[in-house]
């Protein structure tokens, strides 16, 4: 394999993998915070992509759509959050799994209802169309746009977490969130919080992803399964472990096909086993698992 | 899904209960009808039309498109009548589950006493669908879309009749015109499982038969939603002309990304049907620009018996027609020409009816073979053209009545 060809890969294995840190990061914080798999987070990533439809096919305008679509998904996923997630918390697990299971099923049901069954997609915002010339080969705009902004928002959350009030109120509660309360802080809002955040960035992945991806009622389960594996790679709950397990799975993907053809499926359900065989807690993960 | 991957585990075991008793049932039936004659159909003033389809998962809108071409026809334009009889329907949804499939067959078979089976989608459920019906013989086995070849290779039925397509039809009759017109060497991309194996595998037969190269076959898992490092390695094979086979989203993300990544510049690309077709092409834009593809059925031809067909369709259900409502329609039309020639509901005389005969349908010639019941048809090549406000198939050549082989078998 030629020295470029390598290179571009290589590329390729980063921003996959950046791409896909916009949404296991919200799936892990939900996770390491209030302990609740969410089921649903593949499907706020799909509202995201049909949101930022509807808006550019109203609008006109795809920035707007990058704007409005996440804040709406937030919205809702504020509103799942307050109104089903919360009088549960502190039960047993399996009624978080089976409530969000329950609403991927809702969403997907209601998704096909109202735009339908068929395969669309989001225009390319004129400003991103066409290829840059990257000396060994060129790339396209758009795909390094989304590097960009995959790399931004991952960068600002780290800051964010490691610096400011709300980041240590985070990591707080999420470490011990009785002694938090005890302390005056509203737990269940910083709870809230989390979940509107980790929606809002699965919207933002569904309008960047919605515009270089097909869209359709489909997409929300071929991501989440994907998403699942990469934070059980990293570790549940760990931020550092969803970074660096969406890196591994890029890397795992651009590279697969040149040198295992035949087992890209795989792949990442070996490398998964491998990890826990090795880590039972994932990478990054806390064995105690609390 | 996971949710469908459950939801199908509890139906499936709901269902064997079911076709266990169904399964009994028909013993005790089939002892009765051999005392007392004929097993008879439903009432022999009306027609009843099964739909075994999916209605959930990915491939539910293919099943209304199905359902609405057959629709079309009996109710809106024959008033729900088939020769002065009433057309009654019965549906169940097959999810993309073979075992379903077969178990909600076997229930339409034997107590709602189906005339016509319209279905399935998906080949894998054809496949476990097909001893139903071949066993049972009291049904005409309308196959409104699933292509596999090999449901005509082994153990044929006389039962069976595809108001469809098979692999070799929508892949292998596109060969010699690359050959001839585009390029004599391709690589070969393909969504990996059954269908995208079979066209890519009877494509590079005939393209080698023509005088052809084939320089590369690159598989992607289905549903893959990032074909960039594919594409590397299709970039890589040096061709100057790709054949693929990919459907749905597939061939939406592949398209998009063919596209973006400047392959398009590179070398063309050619197709199965589904590659490009109605409903894909919105969603790929200018990014399929200048391709070639093969299908038996392309909503912009312009034929007057087309153009009724889509201002009709149209006007009914506010969307264009697309392969699979053309698929439902002729599967109407097979049923109305059935009951008309055969003067009843007798599976045995509307097998010989059809066997052999021609529909007068959208797509343009049609007959089902004699030898196979599978049709007989014109297919398409199309290049995808600008059109107002997007992009939209353009047939440059109708390959005339295109048959294709027999896989042995001889009804």
Known sequence: MAIEGIAKTALLGVEMGMTLVLVTVGLTLIFGMMDVINFAHGSLYMLGAYFGLTVVTVTGNWWAALLVAPLLVGLLGGLIEYLSIRPLYGRNPLYHILLTFGFAIMLHGLVTEIWGGQVQNIATPSLLEGSVDLVLFSYPLFRLFLLGVSIAVTAALWVAMRRSDFGIVMRASAHDSEMVDALGTDVKRVFTAVFVLGSILAGLAGVLLGTSRAVDPGMAASIIIQAFAIVVIGGLGSYRGAVVGAFVVGMLNAFGPTFAPQFTDALLYLLMAAVLLVKPAGLFGTPEGA | ?411
Not at chain 2, 85 to 90: A, H, I, L, N, Q
Request: proline share 3%.
């Open chain 2, 1 to 411: 899904m996971p949710s469908e991957r459950m939801s199908d585990e509890k139906r499936s075991v709901q269902f064997s209960r079911r076709k266990f008793l169904a399964g009994s049932g028909a013993t005790v039936a089939a002892s009765l009808a051999g005392c007392f004659g004929s097993a008879g159909s439903s009432g022999s003033d009306s027609v009843k039309i099964g739909f075994v389809l999916p209605f959930s998962g990915t491939y539910s809108f293919l099943g209304e498109s199905i359902v609405n071409g057959v629709k079309l026809r009996l109710d809106e334009q024959l008033d729900g009548e088939i020769d002065g009889r009433t057309v009654e329907y019965v549906r169940k949804d097959t999810g993309a589950d073979p075992a379903t499939g077969a178990s909600i067959t076997q229930e339409f078979l034997q107590s709602e006493n189906v005339d016509f089976i319209v279905g399935p989608v998906s080949s894998a459920v054809a496949g476990a669908m097909k001893p139903e019906i071949a066993s049972s013989g009291s049904a005409i086995w309308l196959n409104a879309n699933a292509g596999n070849f090999k449901l005509v290779q082994d153990n044929c039925t006389k039962y069976h009749f595809r108001t469809s397509f098979n692999t070799w039809q929508t892949s292998a009759p596109l060969a010699s015109y690359i050959n001839d017109n585009i390029a004599d060497n391709v690589v070969l991309s393909y969504a990996n499982y059954t269908f995208g194996q079979q066209s890519k595998n009877l494509f590079r037969e005939e393209f080698e038969k023509v005088g052809g190269s084939v320089v590369d076959e690159i598989g992607a898992p289905l549903g893959t939603s990032d074909y960039s490092s594919f594409l590397q390695e299709i970039e890589n094979s040096g061709a100057d002309a790709v054949f693929s086979f990919f459907a749905g989203s597939d061939a939406v993300n592949y398209i998009k990304q063919f596209s973006s990544f400047g392959l398009n510049e590179k070398m063309t690309q050619t197709g199965s049907g589904f590659l490009l077709s109605a409903d894909t092409l919105q969603a790929q834009g200018t990014a399929a620009l200048g391709m070639y593809s093969l299908l038996h059925y392309t909503p912009t031809k312009q034929t007057d018996r087309n153009q009724a067909f889509v201002d009709a369709y149209s006007s009914q259900y506010d969307t264009t027609p697309n392969v699979y409502a053309c698929q439902g329609y002729d599967s109407a039309l097979a049923a109305e020409l059935a009951v008309t020639e055969a003067g009843g509901t007798e599976t045995d005389p509307m097998v010989s009816s059809l066997a052999g005969a021609e529909l007068d349908s959208p797509r343009g010639y049609f007959k089902f073979k004699s030898s196979t019941h599978d049709p007989v048809m014109d297919m398409d090549i199309r290049q995808v053209v600008e059109a107002d406000g997007g992009v939209q198939n353009e047939v440059v050549e109708t390959l005339t009545q295109v048959e294709g082989p027999t896989w042995g078998c001889n009804l």
